[in-house]
């Protein structure tokens, strides 16, 4: 059963603390992107990878962190520089990057709150 | 910055009434694609278009790109309840080269 996975749902962590949200995906797919989504707005784009060992700053890097060292696997840490880290935020992917103007596969999620 | 603009931002119907949402950038688009996401859930890809001018249906759903290719809209005819969600669009601007959303037309239904 081809798809994207994130975990938790849910997740509940006190203000000053890092914290990995956690992104696989077995389609295959080159890219991975990561998204952040507030209440009636749209996605923003927090950082973005095309290749495995290789990523770019998204508009709304600042208090992000990502790696990717495998295909599959595309995490995000929120760390204290984060000023308003409570949010939703989704993982995609798709074949290649941008430019080849393909579809994107959204995870179920992450909801975070900071207390 | 690059900006999508996308109205209305709400939108109340009555079953079986028709919905339009508008999409508009300031820029040419390179392309333009389509995107529901249900209460609660993720957002699904529904559609791109990429040609100026281009329509493209699904069922009851109707896409549209501009001439300009700096808008375009999803017209569903005769809502039904499971088309409840909002919608977003979202397009790659030549310059900047990155899928930028739409804030998203939230649609409710009412039986």
């Known amino acids: 059963d081809g798809g994207i996975t994130q975990s938790p749902k849910y997740l509940f962590r006190k203000e000053g603390q890092n914290v990995t949200l956690s992104c696989e995906q077995n389609?295959?797919?080159?890219?991975m992107y990561w998204y952040r989504q507030d209440p009636g707005q749209g996605l923003r784009l927090i950082y973005y990878?095309?290749?495995?060992?290789?990523?770019q700053k998204g508009d709304i890097a600042e208090g992000y962190s990502v790696s990717r060292e495998k295909k599959e696997s595309f995490p995000l840490t929120v760390t204290s520089a984060q000023k308003n880290p409570t949010a939703f935020y989704l993982c995609?992917?798709?074949?290649?990057?941008?430019?080849?103007?393909?579809?994107?596969?959204f995870g179920p999620g992450t909801r975070l709150t900071v207390l | 910055g690059q900006q999508v603009m996308q109205i209305p931002q709400y939108q109340h119907v009555q079953e079986g009434e028709d919905f339009t949402t508008y999409c508009n950038s300031s820029t040419t688009l390179s392309n333009i694609q389509w995107y529901k996401q249900r209460p609660g859930g993720h957002p699904v890809f529904l559609i791109q278009?990429?040609?100026?001018?281009e329509v493209k249906k699904q069922k009851r759903l109707t896409f549209q790109f501009g001439e300009a290719k700096k808008n375009s809209s999803l017209h569903i005819t005769a809502t039904q309840t499971t088309d409840v969600g909002t919608y977003f669009c979202?397009?790659?601007?030549?310059?900047?080269?990155?899928?930028?959303f739409g804030a998203g037309t939230r649609l409710a239904v009412h039986p």
């Open positions: 278009l990429v040609k100026s001018g």
């Open positions: 990878s095309q290749i495995v060992n290789d990523f």
């Open positions: 389609l295959n797919h080159d890219a």
């Open positions: 979202a397009g790659i601007s030549g310059g900047y080269n990155k899928l930028i």
């Open positions: 995609a992917s798709s074949t290649s990057g941008f430019s080849s103007y393909n579809e994107q596969f």
